[in-house]
């Protein structure tokens, strides 16, 4: 059973913080680590993936990756209110099955 | 360019019925999953096809059957519908290769069984 966990929240921060979204997963062999979107009722939708160790930056969002501790983060900077969403961290060991965790609801408060 | 479609949005269904829920993409993807999402669940696979012609068990595949009847589509069905079976579910794509594994996501299906 390979395990994906987060911290379900609900997390809450105000415009313009940085919000923080954590993500552990179980099984050393995982390869790519994925941070997905969710809005109340809309299908996932991709906003970062990170295959190495280290940071990776987009915009406003920064990946962090560290296999050794088994462990990646997400990053939101200077939130705004479209950001109020449930984010999902998925993992991948074979690039055939992926493995999500059961999301974090994120409040960024006007 | 469509995507992911998904057919239908909404379905009820009583105990023992059965139903096909039908998803295709027009991305010329290899691979596709369905998936199901329970409250404090998350994205659960169901069952995947990583080329035509073949498919393969996920996490919970009890309950259901897929057919990838060509490259562009991929059904699920559902032979006797249980209560527990009450979800939303989702097909995915990929076009798969190292570090090109994004996933795009239909629409949805949400089922409620009586």
């Known amino acids: 059973q390979k395990e994906v966990e987060q911290n379900s929240g609900p997390l809450s921060v105000p415009e313009g913080a940085i919000a923080s979204l954590n993500c552990t997963y179980s099984?050393?062999?995982?390869?790519?680590f994925f941070w997905y979107r969710q809005y109340s009722g809309k299908s996932p939708e991709l906003i970062m993936s990170?295959?190495?160790?280290g940071d990776k930056e987009d915009g406003r969002f920064t990946a962090q990756l560290n296999k050794a501790s088994q462990y990646v983060s997400l990053l939101i900077r200077d939130s705004q209110p479209s950001d109020s969403a449930t984010y999902l961290c998925?993992?991948?060991?074979?690039?055939?099955?992926?493995?999500f965790g059961t999301g974090t609801s994120l409040t960024v408060i006007p | 360019n469509a995507g992911v479609t998904q057919t239908p949005k909404f379905q009820v269904l009583k105990t023992g019925q059965s139903m096909t829920l039908q998803c295709a993409q027009d991305?010329?993807?290899?691979?596709m999953y369905w998936y199901r999402q329970d409250p404090g669940m998350g994205l659960r696979l169901i069952y995947y096809?990583?080329?035509?012609?073949?498919?393969d068990k996920g996490e919970v595949p009890n309950g259901y059957n897929v057919s990838r009847l060509n490259k562009r589509e991929f059904s699920l069905r559902l032979e006797s519908a249980a209560p527990s079976q009450t979800s939303v579910y989702f097909c995915a794509s990929i076009n798969g290769g190292p570090s090109t594994d994004t996933q795009y996501f239909g629409p949805g299906t949400r089922l409620t069984v009586l």
């Open positions: 096809s990583a080329s035509e012609g073949t498919t």
């Open positions: 998925a993992v991948s060991v074979t690039g055939n099955q992926f493995y």
């Open positions: 990170i295959y190495s160790n």
């Open positions: 099984d050393r062999v995982s390869q790519s």
């Open positions: 991305m010329n993807h290899n691979s």
